[in-house]
C-alpha cells in the first residue's frame, strides 16, 4: 500500500457496535480509507463478531479485540488505552485518531482532511463541534503529541467509570472531553467550523452534521461523513426550528449518491438491516411526487397492471383506465364471473379477463408469477382499499382517488413511475400515501400479525413501534423479481398465503424486500399531491390551536408535553396512587411541578441527601431520602428526566429498597 505523506507516526482506535454483532460493507470500506492516514489501527468491538469478520478486519487493522459492550465506546477506547494496548505504547506515536462507526464514508479521501488542518496550531481537534458551551463531537477526534502524551490524558481514560447508561456516556465522555482539556489549557477547534452559521440557526441546537448538513458539502473544508442515525430518525435531529429544513439535508444526501468516490448502495445495505422501513421512509423521504402531463410513451411490455375487483363501485373508471394502459402496456383483471360479464363487452381483446374467487390472492400471484417471463414490474391494484364498512360514497370515492390513481393516474404517469422504478436499482416496491384519517390510526392487531407471518416465513427485520405507512394497503407497484423470490420462499417455508390478507401481503412483501437490500416508497401524483399538503395544512393550524388552547403553551413541542403528561397522568400515575396506601413523588424540578397539579392523594415530596430543598412544595412537605421511613404499601413517582431517573433507580437498587416505583422517564403513552 502507497503510503500517504499526511500519514505521519498516527494510530487510531476504532470502535465497533452492531446490535446483531454483523459488519457491513461500509465498515470494510471506512477501514480501509482510514487505514491510508494512520501507521497503526485498533478495532475494538463491543461484541462478539464471526471468526470470517474478525479476520476480514485483520487485513486493515493490527489489532482487533472483542469484548462486552460495557460503557459502550468510552469503556472500549478507556480499555484500549489502558489495557489492552497500553498508554506507553499509544505514546510512541505523534497522534492518536478515535473515530467509529457511526458514519457512512468518507465522501473523499481523509488524507485532505489531515492535510487541512496540519496548519491549525491546536492540540486537538474534532470533524464538528455543537451545543452551548461547544464541545467537539466524539465521533472523529484527533488528540496530538502534546496533550497525547501528557498525565491529563491518562487521568481523563483511568477516571472514565464504566457507564451503563448512554446518557452518562454522552455527559461524562463526549460533553465533558472538550472542556476538560480546554481547563488544562489545551486548544482546540473543528475542521468544520460553525461561527458563520449563527444568524442561520439556534446556535444552542446547531448540529452541523444535519441542520446545515448541505452547506457543509460547499465549502473548502467539507464534511467527509455522512452521519448514519439522522438517516432514519429525522424528528430527533429536525428540532422544529424555523429555518432548519428538512429538504436541504435529502438534497444533499441525494447529491452524495451521485457522486462516484463513495459506493451509496452500502448506505442503504446498512439502514435496511439495521432500521424499520417506516424510520426510513421518514428519515430518508422516500416519498415520489410524480408528474402526470403529457409524456412520450412507448410500448412498456415489462410492465403489468393487475386489477382485482371485488365491487362494481367505480367500475366505468376502472373499465376507462384498462382500456387506456392496455395500449401500452399488459393488463389483466380478476374479478367473479358477474363482474366479468359487466366488464367484457367494454374490455378490448388485449385485456385479459380472468375469473377468480374474491379472496383468492395468493393464487392470483402464483398464476401471474409462473406464466409470464416478458414482464418486470407489476402494478397491484385492488378494490378492497376503498370498500371499507360504514364509509360513505364520498368517502370511498376519496379513497379510490387515495389509492387507485395515486398508482396508475394516466399512462404518462405509469411510464414515470417506470422510469423510476429502474433508475433506482434499490427501490423494490412503492405503494401510495395512506388516506389521510387512516394516518391517524394506530393498528396493533395488524403489527402482531406481520411479526407472525415474518417468523413463518423466516423474515428477520426491525418493525415499526406502531403503524406503519404500508399498513392495511392492498394496492401496491413492485419489481417482478421480488414477487417471484417471495412466493418460492412461502413455498420453502410450506407457508400458506391464503391464509394472510393481501393487505398483509403486501407489507411482508416489503419487509422481505428490505432483507433483500431493496427500500419502499411512497408514490403520489402532483395534482393529489398538492390538494393533500393543502388539507393537511389547514387541519395542522386548527388543531395547533386546539392544542395551544388546551396546553396553555405557544409552542409544538411545549404543548406536547403538556399532552404527553396528561395522557400519562391519567393512564399510569393515577391508577398507581390508587393502588398504594401512601405515595411520594421523588423529585421538585420542572417534572415534579408539571405533573403534581393533576394529582391527588400524594403524600409528599422526596430529594436525595445533599441536594437543596425548601420545606414544602404545593402545602406538601419535603424531605431527604435518609428521612424517608418505609411502610408497607408504598409507592414512589420518579419525577425525574432520564438522567436523573437512572442515577436515582441504581441509587435505590442498591438500597434493596422494597417499594414500588414508577419512574416517569420510562412510560410510554398508549397507543
Not at 416519498?287 to 367500475?315: Q, R
Not at 408535553?561 to 421523588?586: A, E, G, M, Q
Amino acid at each position: 500500500m502507497r503510503k500517504c505523506m499526511y500519514m505521519k507516526k498516527r494510530m487510531a482506535i476504532f470502535v465497533f457496535y452492531d446490535k446483531d454483532n454483523i459488519v457491513d460493507e461500509y465498515v470494510y470500506f471506512l477501514l480501509a480509507e482510514i487505514k491510508k492516514v494512520v501507521s497503526y489501527l485498533t478495532v475494538v468491538c463491543n461484541g462478539n463478531i464471526s471468526e470470517k469478520d474478525h479476520w476480514r478486519m485483520r487485513e486493515f487493522a493490527e489489532d482487533v479485540f472483542e469484548r462486552e459492550n460495557i460503557g459502550f465506546d468510552a469503556g472500549a477506547i478507556k480499555d484500549v488505552i489502558l489495557n489492552y494496548v497500553g498508554i506507553e505504547k499509544i505514546k510512541k506515536y505523534k497522534e492518536l485518531l478515535i473515530t467509529n462507526d457511526t458514519v457512512y464514508g468518507p465522501l473523499y479521501p481523509l488524507s485532505e482532511v489531515f492535510k487541512r488542518m496540519e496548519g491549525e496550531n491546536v492540540d486537538f481537534w474534532g470533524l464538528t463541534q455543537t451545543g452551548n458551551p461547544r464541545f467537539l463531537q466524539s465521533y472523529f477526534l484527533v488528540v496530538r503529541e502534546n496533550m497525547l502524551h501528557s498525565t491529563y490524558f491518562q487521568n481523563f481514560w483511568e477516571q472514565m467509570r464504566y457507564y451503563s447508561c448512554f446518557r452518562d456516556v454522552l455527559r461524562f465522555y463526549e460533553r465533558r472531553f472538550t472542556p476538560y482539556f480546554e481547563e488544562k489549557g489545551y486548544n482546540w477547534t473543528s475542521y468544520i467550523s460553525v461561527d458563520k452559521y449563527k444568524e442561520k440557526c439556534y446556535e444552542e441546537f446547531l448540529n452541523p452534521y444535519y441542520h446545515l448538513f448541505d452547506e457543509t458539502l460547499k465549502n473548502e473544508n467539507r464534511m467527509p461523513f455522512l452521519k448514519r442515525k439522522p438517516m432514519a430518525n429525522k424528528y430527533s435531529f429536525q428540532l422544529g426550528h424555523v429555518g432548519i429544513l428538512f429538504k436541504n439535508y435529502i438534497a444533499a444526501v441525494q447529491s452524495i449518491a451521485k457522486q462516484k468516490y463513495f459506493d451509496f448502495s452500502m448506505v442503504w445495505n446498512n439502514l435496511l438491516r439495521v432500521y424499520p422501513l417506516h424510520d426510513i421512509q421518514i428519515g430518508c423521504n422516500l416519498t415520489y411526487v410524480l408528474e402526470t402531463g403529457k409524456k412520450s410513451v412507448s410500448c412498456m411490455k415489462d410492465v403489468l397492471l393487475v386489477v382485482k375487483v371485488n365491487t362494481e363501485l367505480f367500475l366505468p373508471e376502472l373499465t376507462e383506465k384498462c382500456n387506456n394502459f392496455a395500449k401500452i402496456a399488459n393488463v389483466w383483471v380478476y374479478a367473479d364471473d358477474d363482474i366479468l360479464q359487466r366488464l367484457e363487452p367494454e374490455m378490448p381483446s388485449a385485456v385479459r379477463l380472468i375469473s377468480s374467487d374474491r379472496n383468492e390472492d395468493a393464487s392470483i400471484c402464483s398464476g401471474i408469477l409462473e406464466n409470464n417471463k416478458d414482464y418486470r414490474y407489476i402494478c397491484w391494484l385492488d378494490t378492497r382499499d376503498y370498500m371499507q364498512d360504514n364509509l360513505s360514497y364520498a368517502e370511498r370515492k376519496g379513497r379510490y382517488i387515495c389509492y387507485i390513481e395515486n398508482l396508475c393516474e394516466n399512462e404518462g404517469y405509469i411510464a414515470r413511475i417506470r422510469c423510476l422504478l429502474e433508475r433506482e436499482g434499490q427501490l423494490g416496491m412503492l405503494f401510495p400515501p395512506q388516506f389521510f384519517e387512516k394516518q391517524m390510526q394506530k393498528d396493533k392487531e395488524n403489527k402482531a400479525r406481520l411479526q407472525d407471518f415474518c417468523k413463518e416465513l423466516n423474515i428477520s427485520v426491525p418493525l415499526p413501534e406502531e403503524t406503519s405507512f404500508m399498513n392495511n394497503i392492498h394496492s401496491f407497484w413492485i419489481k417482478r423479481k421480488l414477487a417471484e423470490d417471495f412466493v418460492k420462499r412461502s413455498k420453502r417455508c410450506s407457508v400458506c398465503l391464503k391464509d394472510f390478507e393481501s393487505g398483509l401481503i403486501g407489507e411482508a412483501l416489503a419487509c422481505y424486500a428490505q432483507t433483500k437490500g431493496y427500500y419502499t416508497g411512497i408514490v403520489k401524483c402532483s395534482e393529489y399531491a398538492t390538494v393533500e399538503a393543502a388539507d393537511k395544512e389547514e387541519y395542522l393550524f386548527e388543531k395547533m390551536e386546539l392544542l395551544r388552547i388546551l396546553s396553555g403553551r405557544e409552542t409544538y413541542f411545549e404543548q406536547k408535553l403538556v399532552l404527553k403528561d396528561k395522557i400519562l397522568v391519567t393512564d399510569k400515575i393515577i391508577p398507581f396512587i390508587k393502588k398504594h396506601k401512601r405515595v411520594y413523588i421523588y423529585g421538585t424540578g420542572e417534572v415534579a411541578k408539571r405533573l403534581t397539579p393533576m394529582l391527588q392523594g400524594v403524600a409528599g415530596f422526596i430529594v436525595s441527601d445533599g441536594h437543596s430543598k425548601g420545606e414544602y412544595l404545593y402545602n406538601m412537605p419535603i424531605i431527604y431520602f435518609s428521612e424517608y421511613k418505609y411502610e408497607p404499601g408504598d409507592g414512589i413517582i420518579l419525577a425525574l428526566n432520564s438522567e436523573n431517573g437512572r442515577q436515582v433507580m441504581e441509587m435505590l437498587e442498591k438500597q434493596n429498597l422494597t417499594v414500588d416505583i414508577l419512574p416517569y422517564h420510562l412510560q410510554k403513552m398508549r397507543g
